[in-house]
T-cell receptor, first 115, second 118 residues
């Protein structure tokens, strides 16, 4: 079973607030976790990856991983209108080709940041 | 700079036509992937390849075939286009990984081809 679940949204936050995006996955053998941002009409681009439990920070972005709960999240601090996009969670599942490079993608959460 | 290019950004074809979508990467990646993306359905894997001349079916291979004659190039072929193949097609590439180590294997995406089949 290879499932990556995300709330489809839209998630609407005011400018300057913290946006919290969540993702759960089905395979306990998963090892690497990625967050991609996709603007409307564009292709996905990587913004964060994480493979150890805990938090990883990069500028305004923080990825959080809890393997026991099979849960990964992305926090965006000081949200800007330019952060408005769809955010895709992707998981490297070893039981589904992960050791060779396959990723399983969620359907994405649409984020809208209101000025 | 990492680059994946696709032959067309927009393409309009007629039902029954044979359609070729080309993807080229300049990162010397072993892995290449073809996805289609539709509203509400997310990214769905069509075919992938771990090496030259090899190919593996993804989740929705029906109606498609692929070709990988050179490491840097991965082509998606619609043998007889149908209206239900109207979609955004995305190509991606990544490094090949050995063993079951926890590794960073980002997939780099091309700009996409929006295909309309009339």
């Amino acid at each position: 079973q290879k499932e990556v679940e995300q709330n489809s949204g839209p998630l609407s936050v005011p400018e300057g607030a913290i946006a919290s995006l969540n993702c759960t996955y089905s395979d306990r053998g998963s090892q690497s976790f990625f967050w991609y941002r996709q603007y409307s009409g564009k292709s996905p681009e990587l913004i964060m990856f994480i493979y150890s439990n805990g938090d990883k920070e990069d500028g305004r972005f923080t990825a959080q991983l809890n393997k026991a709960s099979q849960y990964v999240s992305l926090l965006i601090r000081d949200s800007q209108p330019s952060d408005s996009a769809t955010y895709l969670c992707a998981v490297n599942m070893l039981n589904y080709g992960g050791s060779q490079g396959n990723l399983i993608f969620g359907k994405g959460t649409k984020l809208s940041v209101k000025p | 700079d990492v680059k994946v290019t696709q032959s067309s950004r927009y393409l309009v074809k007629r039902t029954g036509e044979k359609v070729f979508l080309e993807c080229v990467q300049d990162m010397d990646h072993e892995n290449m992937f073809w996805y289609r993306q539709d509203p509400g359905l997310g990214l769905r894997l069509i075919y992938f390849s771990y090496d030259v001349k090899m190919k593996e079916k993804g989740d929705i291979p029906e109606g498609y075939s692929v070709s990988r004659e050179k490491k840097e190039r991965f082509s998606l072929i619609l043998e007889s286009a149908s209206t239900n193949q109207t979609s955004m097609y995305l190509c991606a590439s990544s490094l090949y990984l050995y063993g079951g180590l926890a590794v960073y294997n980002e997939q780099f995406f091309g700009p996409g081809t929006r295909l309309t089949v009339l």
